[in-house]
């Protein structure tokens, strides 16, 4: 989380603007076939952090998708399918 004044002049992308026109991120692909949300509240926030550590560590271990979502809170506790889904968004992401 930052300060809103803190990102004046800088790019800013959001969870619309993961998608290439109608190709999505394959972040938010991994997400939909894992149903890796419920309610949705939190999608965002998850959809966004994955896709920043996946640039960073593309490979990672379950113990390093926790971590990395460890900001994050599910309020319906799907943790178990969103884990699920940053773990396929990694291997699409390789071409695996």
């Given at each position: ?16 603007g993961l998608a290439e ?61 969103i884990y699920q889904a ?11």
């Amino acid at each position: 989380m930052t300060l809103a004044i803190r990102a004046d002049g800088k790019s800013v992308k959001t969870v619309e603007g993961l998608a290439e026109g109608a190709k999505l991120h394959p972040v938010q692909e991994a997400f939909i076939e894992k149903d890796g949300y419920q309610c949705g509240f939190c999608s965002p926030g998850f959809l966004m952090t994955t896709s920043a550590f996946l640039a960073k560590n593309p490979a990672p271990t379950l113990d390093e998708i926790k971590q990395a979502l460890s900001g994050n809170l599910c309020r319906c506790g799907n943790y178990a399918k969103i884990y699920q889904a940053v773990d396929a968004a990694a291997k699409k992401m390789k071409g695996a």
